[in-house]
């Protein structure tokens, strides 16, 4: 019998750390082939195509092509029972891409595993709770409306076909949340859904099987987005603006919790940052810093501290306190108001560093978590109830070959 594959079709590159996270080993394990491509090259010109640095680079075995008619030469190698997992959004410059999978009859899947707030929790328990609650119901009509847009240009783009593009097979859900029209997926509710443990419940419960090293003492976490090279900030813009600035904020805000709480600060490196030795000391100072072990720092540290980053909802997982820190040159990034949604679902706001100039602020305590509201974020975010949450890759292959017969 011919070997089924496991191919992941990624936007830009494809790391090792995608291969671990989007079941490359469960695939490997259960028989199939792992075929990993970036399809960025494919997809944009020269000029427009992302450089690889630091950890941020495609793996050894990944497939790059070159052009479309590269990367449609290599769907003809696929077969319809073969797992596609399709990690490129639909856009004006990759339905094409989704053109051809129908065109050869090879069905695909859908996944949202790492979801973030994109929008202040509604509450009415006070006016205060009111006011922000009416203005999030006018901000999500208005990302209602823009997300509108992108659908229609991509229809302009595609024209009547657009209305036969195919959905996908499966969906693959971390929790309840949504948001109109996203992901960027054709007849995305026609597909079957499958419950599942979000990307960061994995990272935690592969450090606990892994048992990852951490400090012996008692440490605050600090998770570093890699704000002035972070290879994102090129794909979708909004790079913050005065690093220099931004790191000063930092480093004196961060030097203020060690003393107001006795925590020692440990930096977890973003796996895509890419320091200078001059870059991190810039950054950081001399602090002590690890990287790839970012889910075991945060179980076993007594406070977490970050601006929006995604692996935040490692620390809900976790139970930990967590203090949201931003600054006048953070708001008006693109993650600007993200700090401010974290912060408003999962505490009591941010932090301003620039308090903290000159010797002002009020003392840093560690707060404590209040378990209504991370429990709801565990719903929304993490896992949707009855969820699978261990050994999430098997079970997703077990409902595949049910519908597809065992290979």
């Known amino acids: 019998m011919t070997q089924r594959n496991f191919v992941l079709l990624c936007w830009h590159l494809v790391t090792e750390r995608d291969i671990i996270r989007f079941g490359g080993e469960a695939f490997q394990k259960r028989g199939y082939k792992g075929r990993y491509v970036s399809c960025w090259r494919a997809l944009y010109e020269p000029e427009n195509v992302i ?12 497939i790059v092509p070159e052009s479309r008619a590269e990367l449609e030469s290599f769907l003809d190698t696929l077969a319809p029972d073969d797992f596609i997992l399709m990690l490129v959004p639909l856009m004006p410059e990759t339905a094409w891409i989704f ?3 129908d065109a050869r009859n090879l069905p695909y899947v859908s996944a949202w595993l790492a979801k973030t707030p994109a929008n202040f929790p509604i509450r009415w328990d006070s006016l205060k709770d009111v006011g922000q609650s009416v203005r999030t119901c006018v901000r999500a009509a208005i990302k209602a409306l823009r997300l509108t847009r992108e659908r229609l240009r991509v ?4 024209g009547p076909r657009y209305l036969a593009l195919r959905g996908p097979k499966f969906f ?3 929790g309840t949340y949504s948001l109109p029209f996203f992901p960027f997926v054709p007849k995305l509710h026609r597909a079957e859904t499958i419950d599942v443990g979000s990307l960061e419940l994995f990272w935690v419960t592969r450090s606990l099987a892994n048992g990852f090293l951490t400090p012996n003492n008692p440490y ?17 813009g909004g790079r913050p603006q005065a690093m220099e600035a931004i790191n000063a904020d930092i480093r004196r805000t961060l030097d203020r919790i060690e003393r107001d709480t006795g925590l020692p600060v440990v930096i977890a490196l973003h796996p895509k940052s890419a320091y200078t030795p001059e870059a991190f000391r810039e950054a950081y100072m001399d602090r002590q810093s690890i990287k790839h072990n970012t889910a075991a720092l945060i179980r076993n540290a007594d406070l977490v501290i970050g601006h929006a980053s995604t692996s935040l909802t490692m620390a809900v997982i976790c139970n930990k306190p967590i203090i949201f820190l931003t600054n006048q040159h953070i ?3 693109r993650d600007g108001l993200y700090v401010d949604f974290f912060a408003n679902w999962l505490g009591n706001g941010a932090t301003e560093m620039e308090a903290y100039r000159d010797g002002g602020g009020k003392p840093f305590q560690v707060p404590l978590v209040d378990r209504k509201k ?3 974020y565990m719903r929304l975010f993490v896992a949707a109830e009855g969820a699978c949450t261990e050994s999430v890759w098997d079970h997703v292959i077990d409902r595949f070959e049910a519908q597809t017969g065992q290979p």
């Open 51 to 62: 450089s690889e640095e630091g950890d941020f680079r495609n793996h050894p075995d990944a």
């Open 99 to 101: 053109q051809a999978l």
């Open 155 to 158: 229809y302009r783009a595609v």
């Open 172 to 174: 693959l859900r971390a």
């Open 220 to 236: 605050a976490v600090f998770l570093d987005e890699a704000m002035g090279h972070h290879p994102d900030w090129s794909i979708e």
């Open 331 to 333: 708001r008006k990034s």
């Open 374 to 376: 991370y429990e709801r």
